[in-house]
């Protein structure tokens, strides 16, 4: 059977595909076919039939609808459940310092500082090291070293925040005690951002540790908005008679500027969400002062401690109305970041997990 | 012909000298921040490698934790717990994902549905893990009164779905669009063709994407706080608070006791040599991928 049908194929094979190439319908083709190959058959006996395709399309647009859904729902979790916070402090829960639970009063700023000041901190550590590996990997680095190194920096991507906390407690709290913190304390002391006493826990520690972990976000994103530049832009540049350097100051940063600043603020977006590995090293202690030694506390790290101690509905609520503020501010934030990535990648496949 | 301004050898020279300086000066400062990066890397691992591995020994894996004062003592039901929850995660996460990646590269590609969904997906994957946590919290422990392994696994599913979403869909972008279009004039149906021809093909780039999914929340512990909570004893009722390995590496990290704190660097090694394996294989699964470089 199987022979005979397949034999015949190449004489008639040029004005068939050529049909049957844009039809849908399989009844359409029946009539101009040869001799129909039983895997023919097959396929269509099992495949044919709107309610299976119908059915299929269906589940898939559901299952893209669930993100949508994730979203609302999480809003909508959220919102319900800091009602009672919202009703009771209003906008002034943003701009007020107390925080006592004793007293059932409730005000977010220290946090929102710490979280802010953090941030930006580890931001300002990290830009200027993973742009200038994001350029050594692309324009600098030898074929055989690119793999390797670009695999290693990713794989800091890959440690959990809480190895990150660990790590940070028993190994960079001690070493910013007893050898960083003396000698920003004698050369910066004078700014007042670096005060005696440093028990190595604190706004400073978070930073260095936030820093490390969002450096291979912003260096592989803007490695990847980078490389979307065309190759002809840099051999004008050099044609010219540019160094190197000159070639990716005029043709690959400023091309991708626009991209770079969103690697940077999708960077600044996971460092405002980061929680255990702050949590473990920043000292959660709600103040603000200008001394970067001194132990503070962020929104996320706040959660993370007192949420399974929260005593009382108005505690627990104020709590998640920390949540929600944070779950906006990173929506935002990260909103703004993927729309200046996508601006400049747009076109090209970079991936931008 | 306009007279240009005369430049003396001597300006050209520093001309020159200023951007060959600059030059250099960029190369070796970012060969030196190669280096520099490369630094905390190697001090997490190295000391990982160094605590950790004195720590483990046979009863860390088969026994539950003892109380403080006793030495000996694993975390035995931390590992099972973690695999536990695990399983619940990405028996949720990974198909909704795949289904919603194949909506987006099959279906939804151009229109504005699509790129609404996408868009969602690239936000929802920035979301910090604590908001997964409260969100798993206020939707099933709120409303069961009681902590639970299933909490923690629909949280950390909830953040499996975007990033599993966005891999498949990349990797079905990848399928040639030749092969969807034999598949057609064959007369075969638009769903049959999803499932066995592009989901086929684009299927090792399919299992990176879940297996980095998996490794990225394999060792998530924030959303973990208050869903699974953590455990002392041995548990494996997916309606009980159940112990995580993260979640015990927090604890015992931050206790007084060098017993524990011992106990924690080998947690933290063992979490790690987990994700570090999955993440190595993915990459060598990736590297020999069939449908590397099949861009459109």
């Avoid at chain 1, 004489?11 to 009844?27: L, S």
């Avoid at chain 2, 990066?37 to 026994?63: D, H, M």
């Avoid at chain 2, 608070?241 to 927090?250: E, G, M, N, S, W």
Wanted: aromatic share 10%; with cysteine.
């Amino acid at each position: 059977m199987i022979e005979q049908d397949s034999i015949p194929l190449p004489q008639t094979q040029v004005p068939q595909t050529v049909v049957a190439e844009f039809v849908e319908d399989p009844a359409a083709v029946e009539p101009a076919a040869a001799p129909p190959s039983v895997i023919r058959n097959f396929l269509q006996a099992k495949s044919s039939g709107r309610v299976a395709d119908g059915g299929f399309a269906g589940l898939m647009v559901l299952c893209a609808l669930s993100i949508f859904v994730i979203v609302l729902l999480i809003i909508w979790v959220l919102v319900a459940n800091s009602k009672l916070s919202i009703h009771a402090f209003g906008w002034k829960f943003f701009a007020s310092q107390v925080w006592d639970p004793v007293s059932g009063d409730f005000g977010a700023l220290p946090f929102i500082w710490g979280t802010v000041v953090s941030s930006l901190l580890a931001v300002a550590m990290a830009v200027p090291l993973a742009l200038c590996v994001a350029i050594f990997l692309l324009e600098i680095c030898p074929q055989f070293l690119r793999g390797p190194i670009s695999f290693l920096t990713e794989l800091l991507a890959a440690i959990p925040s809480v190895v990150y906390g660990l790590w940070g407690v028993f190994v960079l709290v001690p070493i910013m005690r007893d050898n960083v913190g003396p000698v920003l304390e004698k050369y910066l002391g004078w700014t007042g951002l670096f005060v005696e006493p440093n028990f190595g826990v604190g706004m400073f520690t978070a930073s260095v540790i936030l820093a490390i972990m969002i450096f291979p976000v912003i260096s592989s994103i803007s490695r990847d908005v980078m490389r979307v530049v065309p190759v002809s832009q840099r051999e004008a540049a050099l044609a010219l008679g540019a160094t190197r350097w000159e070639m990716i100051r005029i043709s690959v940063l400023r091309n991708a500027r626009i991209g770079i600043v969103g690697s940077v603020i999708l960077g600044l977006g996971r460092a405002l969400g980061e929680t255990m590995a702050v949590t473990m090293v920043i000292g959660n202690h709600p103040d603000i002062v200008k001394n970067l030694f001194a132990p503070a506390y962020t929104l996320a790290s706040v959660i993370a401690n007192e949420f399974t101690e929260a005593t009382g509905d108005l505690y627990l609520s104020a709590l998640i109305e920390i949540g929600l503020a944070l779950f906006l501010v990173t929506i935002v934030v990260n909103a703004i970041a993927r729309i200046l990535v996508w601006a400049v990648t747009r076109g090209d496949t970079a991936r931008t997990a | 012909m306009p007279a240009l301004p005369v430049r003396s050898a001597n300006h050209e020279w520093l001309l020159k000298a200023r951007r060959n300086f600059s030059n250099h000066l960029v190369t070796a400062l970012s060969i030196l921040s190669t280096i520099v990066v490369l630094v905390p890397l190697i001090a997490v691992l190295g000391y990982l490698i160094y605590k950790g591995a004195s720590s483990l020994n046979w009863a860390f894996f088969t026994r539950v934790p003892v109380p403080v004062g006793e030495t000996g003592g694993g975390m035995a039901n931390s590992i099972v717990g973690s695999g536990i929850i695990l399983a619940i995660a990405s028996l949720m996460g990974i198909p909704v994902g795949i289904g919603a990646g194949v909506y987006l590269a099959e279906y939804g590609a151009g229109t504005w549905f699509g790129e609404g969904v996408r868009f969602t997906a690239d936000v929802l994957n920035g979301v910090p893990s604590i908001v997964m946590g409260i969100a798993g919290y206020a939707l099933i422990v709120a409303n069961q009164k009681h902590f639970s392994a299933l909490a923690g696994g629909v949280a950390l599913a909830i953040m499996m779905v975007p990033t599993v979403a966005r891999t498949t869909e990349e990797m079905l972008r990848t399928v040639p669009h030749a092969v969807r279009e034999a598949a057609f004039g064959l007369g075969i149906a638009k769903w049959r063709t999803v499932l066995s021809i592009s989901l086929r093909t684009a299927m090792p780039g399919i299992i990176t994407g879940c297996m980095l999914a998996f490794a990225r929340v394999a060792g998530e512990t924030a959303p973990l706080l208050f869903t699974a909570f953590g455990n002392q004893f041995w548990s494996t009722n997916v309606n009980q608070p159940i112990a995580a390995l993260p979640l015990q590496i927090y604890v015992y990290a931050l206790s007084p006791y060098d017993e524990w704190h011992r106990l924690a660097w080998a947690g933290a090694l063992v979490l790690i040599a987990m994700i570090m394996v999955s993440v190595t294989l993915v990459r060598i699964f990736a590297s020999r991928g069939a449908i590397k470089g099949g861009h459109h």
